[in-house]
């Protein structure tokens, strides 16, 4: 049973640049969220997917978009990249429904020259 | 002031010791999450409670809500248990989660 997978697992970008980050949840689970995590700081929460909507959005702008699957697959897209974006990306699946744990992926790595 | 406040930031344990990790928040949450974080990233759920206390091997969460206050628990610590420890709080009404900063545990042999 593949818990939540999520890539690429390292990518370096250059300010202004675009980034889409991919994350696959937990079999069975249809919620996903994306978390930031700045170095040294705990995970804030980006916003959430499900039944293919953003349900619920954290104090992120525009630039940070996303998408949810038929498949309850997700990506994360930024525009316009600045320095401060560098963090690591995290992904995490639930199912909605439940008060379920979450199931966090291993994270990607964005670092923004 | 955080909404989510962990202490210490920083924990260094001799392996056998008892360890004790705090929580402080000042929202109304519905459930709260104890996570483990590795170096490289990757985040394992630990427990999740919304009373009382939980207990899993060597691990042990307990929680006050009137209080707002938990804690973690490790006995008899060892090397492996080296990592960052995350609490999390799950605002009522939405599924978003606000996070602590993380203590940083590390236990030499």
């Known amino acids: 049973d593949a818990g939540v997978t999520q890539s690429p697992t390292h990518l370096i970008k250059t300010r202004g640049q675009q980034v889409t980050l991919r994350c696959s949840p937990k079999s069975g689970h249809d919620t996903v969220s994306w978390y930031q995590q700045a170095l040294g700081q705990g995970p804030q929460f980006i916003f959430q997917?499900?039944?293919?909507?953003?349900?619920q959005r954290g104090n992120f702008p525009d630039r940070f978009s996303g998408h949810q699957f038929p498949n309850y697959s997700s990506e994360l897209n930024v525009n316009a990249l600045l320095l401060g974006d560098s963090a690591l990306y995290l992904c995490a699946s639930s199912l909605r429904l439940t008060n379920s744990p979450l199931h966090f992926g291993n994270g990607t790595r964005l670092t923004v020259t | 002031k955080n909404e989510v406040e962990q202490s210490p930031q920083n924990l260094t344990a001799q392996e056998g010791e008892f360890i004790t990790i705090n929580c402080s928040y000042s929202v109304g949450i519905s459930a709260l999450h104890w996570l483990q974080q590795h170096p490289g990233g990757g985040i394992v759920s630990l427990f999740m409670?919304?009373?009382g206390k939980k207990k899993h091997g060597r691990l042990i969460a307990t929680i006050n809500i009137q209080e707002k206050h938990s804690s973690l628990h490790i006995t008899a610590s060892h090397p492996r248990d080296s990592a960052v420890y995350i609490c999390?709080?799950?605002?009522?009404?939405?599924?978003?989660?606000?996070f602590g900063t993380g203590t940083r545990l590390k236990v030499l042999a």
């Open positions: 997917y499900y039944e293919e909507e953003e349900r």
């Open positions: 999390a709080v799950r605002v009522p009404g939405t599924y978003k989660y606000i």
């Open positions: 409670l919304s009373s």
